[in-house]
C-alpha cells in the first residue's frame, strides 16, 4: 500500500530564507509526481509535476527533485516571501487496483514571517 | 485559462438532508475525479469518470453517488448527511498530453453539515 509522507509537518521561517520541503513514498513505482499549494480554506493549486522519467522540474522559485529510486522528492524554495505562506502537498500517481490513482501526502503548513 | 468550475462554493446543511456538488471540467480534459478532505487531513479519492462512465471508485460511503453527463459536468450526490460529511470537496479535471497526465483542481464546495 503506498503511503506518502511529509516532513515536517509544519515549518516557519524568516522572508527571505531557502528552504526544502520533504516529500517520501513507499512505492516506487510511480507514474508521476505533482506538488501542490493549498492556502486555508480553499482549493488545490497545481505547482510542478516531474514525470517518473524525469529527475526535477522548475519554475520560478521553486525547483521540486524526484529521486525515484529512493522514493524522495524535494520542493526547494528560494528566497522566501510571506505570501509563500502556505500549506504545500505532494501526490504521487500510480496504478493501483487496475487504475491510476493520486495519493496525497498530509502536507507541509508553512510560514513565512515578515 | 479555463479552470475548473465547482458549485456552490458553500454549502450549509442539516443531518439527514440532501446535498448536490455540480463540477465543470476544463474543456478536452476526459477524467473527473472528485475528493473529499476533511479539516486537517489530506485529500482522500471518492469516485472518477472517464468519458461519462464510472471509471474507479475510491472511499465513497454508499449514501453517495456521482454521476457524469453529456457535457461532461459532474455531480456528487449526497444523501443522508452526517456531520462526519462536513467537509471540503474538490473535483479535478485530467488531460493526457504527450504521454504527461495531469489533474488539475476545482476552488473546492466546503460543506458544512449541521
Known amino acids: 500500500k503506498q503511503e506518502v509522507t511529509q516532513i515536517p509537518a509544519a515549518l516557519s521561517v524568516p522572508e527571505g530564507e531557502n528552504l526544502v520541503l520533504n516529500c517520501s513514498f513507499t512505492?516506487?513505482?510511480?507514474?508521476?509526481l505533482q506538488w501542490f499549494r493549498q492556502d486555508p480554506g480553499k482549493g488545490l493549486t497545481s505547482l510542478l509535476l516531474?514525470?517518473?522519467?524525469?529527475r526535477e522540474q522548475t519554475s520560478g522559485r521553486l525547483n521540486a527533485s524526484l529521486d525515484k529510486s529512493s522514493g524522495r522528492s524535494t520542493l526547494y524554495i528560494a528566497a522566501s516571501q510571506p505570501g509563500d505562506s502556505a500549506t504545500y502537498l505532494c501526490?504521487?500517481?500510480?496504478?493501483?487496483?487496475?487504475?491510476?490513482?493520486?495519493?496525497f501526502g498530509s502536507g507541509t503548513r508553512l510560514l513565512v514571517r515578515p | 485559462a479555463a479552470g475548473v468550475i465547482q458549485s456552490p462554493r458553500h454549502l450549509i446543511k442539516e443531518k439527514r438532508e440532501t446535498a448536490t456538488l455540480k463540477c465543470y471540467p476544463i474543456?478536452?480534459?476526459?477524467?473527473v475525479y472528485w475528493y473529499q478532505q476533511g479539516p486537517g487531513q489530506d485529500p482522500q479519492f471518492l469516485i472518477s469518470?472517464?468519458?461519462?462512465?464510472?471509471?474507479d471508485k475510491g472511499s465513497i460511503p454508499d449514501r453517495f453517488s456521482a454521476q457524469q453527463f453529456s457535457d461532461y459536468h459532474s455531480e456528487l450526490n449526497m444523501s443522508s448527511l452526517e456531520l462526519g460529511d462536513s467537509a471540503l470537496y474538490f473535483c479535478?479535471?485530467?488531460?493526457?498530453?504527450?504521454?504527461?497526465?495531469?489533474?488539475?483542481f476545482g476552488p473546492g464546495t466546503r460543506l458544512t453539515v449541521l
Open positions: 479535478a479535471s485530467r488531460i493526457d498530453r504527450g504521454g504527461v497526465s495531469e489533474q488539475f
Open positions: 512505492d516506487s513505482a510511480i507514474y508521476n
Open positions: 516531474i514525470q517518473s522519467s524525469q
Open positions: 501526490a504521487v500517481r500510480l496504478l493501483m487496483d487496475s487504475s491510476y490513482k493520486l495519493i
Open positions: 474543456p478536452r480534459h476526459d477524467t
Open positions: 469518470f472517464y468519458e461519462k462512465m464510472q471509471s
